[in-house]
């Protein structure tokens, strides 16, 4: 299980990311192969009653990042495109919804998740000023002339980046899940 990262600006160790910022950092560099996400069912975030028994589980199975840098003068916006499949592993709710309505609440609610995770990373790197995603290095693979403009000032302009993030999450199966395990 990932718990956390180490964050180095060359030899010094300057800070740490925790499980959701680490995840958000392996979002962003396109890292993630399988991965459990587990969070509360549709519906079921307000209730604060129970809420420790009720949550689900997904396993991402399929996941791809695609990063775009848009760059004006001194201003860079990096566009985030997220696709990710995923099968409901767990359920620990009483009843297995099973209309389109749900799948659709579960596919935002995922969807919300992974935004949450790399807009955590990307607050905790921008604190720092800390490019650990290389998004200096897709500026200079994909538009090398405003990198040579933006080089020598990265360090003032990275943190300015505006972040576009557009997560697009579907559960494709309930996996063997039909429903919960019940006690006798």
């Not at 979002?27 to 509360?40: A, E, G, K, S, Y």
């Not at 799948?103 to 607050?123: F, G, Y």
Request: glycine share 8%; with cysteine; aromatic share 10%.
């Amino acid at each position: 299980k990932i718990t956390g990262a180490a964050l180095f600006r060359g030899d010094q160790l300057v800070g740490f990311f925790n499980e959701e910022e680490t995840t958000g950092y392996l979002w962003l560099t396109d890292n993630i192969r399988r991965l459990t996400m587990v969070f509360p069912p549709p519906g079921e975030g307000e209730n604060k009653e129970n809420e420790n028994n009720k949550f689900l589980t997904v396993e991402v199975f399929w996941a791809a990042v695609k990063l775009k840098p848009e760059v004006q003068g001194e201003k860079v916006q990096m566009q985030i495109f997220v696709r990710a499949e995923g099968r409901l592993q767990d359920f620990a709710g009483q009843t297995l919804p099973q209309g389109e309505s749900f799948r659709d609440s579960l596919n935002r609610r995922m969807a919300t998740v992974i935004h949450n995770q790399i807009s955590a990373a990307w607050q905790k790197a921008q604190v720092l000023n800390l490019d650990v995603f290389g998004f200096g290095s897709e500026i200079y693979k994909k538009r090398p002339q405003d990198w040579r403009c933006l080089e020598k000032k990265w360090a003032k302009v990275f943190p300015g980046i505006e972040l576009g993030i557009d997560v697009r999450a579907v559960i494709r199966s309930y996996g063997l899940v039909t429903e919960p395990i019940t006690v006798r």
